[in-house]
């Protein structure tokens, strides 16, 4: 019977850099009114997933890693709703919050100091089961596979920064700096929300994997910072103008530098990359005398998650083009090393039971 109540994780189990491994953990249950029990299908591994294990994010351990996870409710407790056994979902990293500050009476509840989340804050999603609120779940859209629903976390960052917060206008030229997968994604929405024309800047060794996955999902050129002067190609491709959204993925230090200089005249910069320092230098007199809109973001709110929902059930772009990787949770050193090594886009892992319909 001890067996039933045992699952094998991927677990940050102590403090400090390292200190990740598959374990065995304790199967959840529905241990309040409002939860649902949900057997996970697919969960995406996301910087966030690293940066716990370098020790360079907040986590308390022991918790399972992973925050951006797809699942079928299996159980629900006595006052869930509007769910039921059997439906397809996907849920909010929001599972505690605590309603009492100002950004959470404002219900932006994404920017709570006191927000804890699946993967460091909670037990989360690289693993079989998660129970969680009825309030953090939404439904996946018929015709959405598992691993594609997965992506809907990162998707809905670009969603609540690209369309809710900066804002596409039809015909904009849109650059992307950084071809990681929120890069990607943020090509994909831009692209979905009007771009015209949608350009990406990476480094070298994106080109086989990350670069392919781009162009699958929208971008219409890629500029290889380390071939060409980013900046330049940019202006030949706007006529001197330059672009009239930028769009920051990529974190980097020299990257950012650029921003600026990629930007027209009253155009609009969005960053939604974490840096490795807190400081990064950016032109300052050119984007005073472009008069440019600079544009901070911080995870997702409620209703990008149901844009991205219906965007990934409307689109005739294949989101699948944004998975690299289907693997269970026992290579996950392999996993991590290639998205180290920029050789992933969205990393999948797949419970070792379902893994037989990827393969
Ligand atoms: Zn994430
Ligand atoms: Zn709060």
Same mark, same amino acid.
């Given at each position: 019977m001890?067996?039933?109540?045992?699952?094998?994780?991927?677990?940050?189990?102590?403090k400090?850099p390292?200190?990740?491994?598959?374990? *065995?953990?304790?199967?959840?249950?529905?241990?309040?009114?409002?939860?649902?029990?949900l057997?996970?299908?697919?969960?995406?591994?996301?910087?966030?997933?690293?940066?716990v294990?370098?020790?360079?994010?907040?986590?308390?351990?022991?918790?399972v890693?992973?925050? *951006?996870?797809?699942?079928?409710?299996?159980?629900?407790?006595? *006052?869930?709703?509007?769910?039921?056994?059997?439906?397809?979902?996907?849920?909010?990293?929001?599972?505690?919050?605590?309603?009492?500050?100002?950004?959470?009476k404002?219900?932006?509840?994404?920017?709570?100091v006191?927000?804890?989340?699946?993967?460091?804050?909670?037990?989360?999603?690289?693993?079989?089961?998660?129970?969680?609120?009825?309030?953090?779940?939404?439904?996946?859209?018929?015709?959405?596979?598992?691993?594609?629903?997965?992506l809907?976390?990162?998707?809905?960052?670009?969603v609540?920064?690209i369309?809710?917060?900066?804002?596409?206008?039809?015909?904009?030229?849109?650059?992307?700096?950084?071809?990681?997968?929120i890069?990607?994604?943020?090509?994909?929405?831009?692209k979905?929300a009007?771009?015209?024309?949608v350009?990406?800047?990476?480094?070298?060794?994106?080109?086989?994997?990350r670069?392919k996955?781009?162009?699958?999902?929208?971008?219409?050129?890629i500029?290889?910072?380390?071939?060409?002067?980013?900046?330049?190609?940019?202006?030949?491709?706007t006529?001197?103008?330059?672009?009239?959204?930028?769009?920051?993925?990529?974190?980097?230090?020299?990257?950012?530098r650029r921003?600026?200089?990629?930007?027209?005249?009253?155009?609009?910069?969005?960053?939604?990359?974490?840096?490795?320092?807190?400081?990064?230098?950016?032109?300052?007199?050119?984007?005073?005398?472009?008069?440019l809109?600079?544009?901070?973001?911080f995870?997702?709110?409620?209703?990008?998650?149901?844009?991205?929902?219906?965007?990934?059930?409307?689109t005739p772009?294949?989101l699948?083009?944004?998975?690299?990787?289907?693997e269970?949770?026992?290579?996950w050193e392999?996993?991590?090393?290639?998205?180290r090594?920029?050789r992933a886009?969205?990393?999948?892992?797949?419970?070792?039971?379902?893994?037989?319909?990827?393969?």
């Open positions: 001890l067996k039933d109540r045992i699952m094998l994780g991927l677990v940050k189990f102590a400090g390292g200190n990740v491994g598959v374990r *065995e953990v304790a199967k959840p249950a529905v241990s309040a009114p409002d939860q649902a029990l057997k996970i299908k697919a969960c995406g591994v996301c910087a966030t997933d690293l940066h294990m370098d020790d360079t994010f907040r986590y308390w351990p022991p918790v890693l992973g925050h *951006e996870f797809s699942g079928e409710v299996i159980e629900t407790g006595a *006052e869930v709703a509007d769910f039921k056994p059997g439906d397809r979902v996907v849920a909010e990293p929001k599972t505690f919050v605590c309603g009492r500050c100002d950004v959470c404002q219900g932006k509840t994404n920017l709570c006191h927000r804890r989340a699946p993967g460091w804050g909670v037990d989360g999603g690289m693993t079989d089961y998660i129970a969680v609120p009825e309030r953090l779940l939404h439904r996946i859209p018929d015709g959405v596979p598992y691993d594609v629903a997965a809907c976390e990162p998707l809905a960052i670009t609540h920064e369309d809710e917060r900066c804002g596409v206008n039809a015909a904009d030229v849109v650059v992307i700096n950084g071809a990681g997968p890069g990607v994604l943020s090509a994909f929405l831009a979905s009007g771009a015209s024309r350009y990406m800047t990476g480094m070298a060794r994106s080109e086989p994997v670069f996955a781009a162009l699958a999902l929208g971008v219409d050129g500029i290889n910072v380390e071939r060409e002067d980013p900046v330049k190609r940019i202006m030949e491709l006529g001197g103008l330059g672009a009239d959204l930028v769009v920051e993925t990529s974190g980097s230090p020299a990257g950012i921003l600026a200089e990629m930007a027209r005249i009253c155009g609009r910069i969005t960053c939604i990359g974490l840096c490795p320092a807190d400081e990064a230098a950016i032109s300052w007199n050119t984007a005073m005398y472009r008069q809109d600079i544009h901070f973001n995870s997702s709110s409620y209703t990008a998650w149901g844009k991205a929902l219906r965007l990934m059930a409307s772009l294949d699948r083009n944004a998975i690299s990787h289907h269970t949770i026992d290579n392999r996993v991590f090393g290639d998205i090594e920029e886009v969205k990393a999948m892992f797949i419970p070792a039971d379902e893994i037989s319909a990827y393969r």
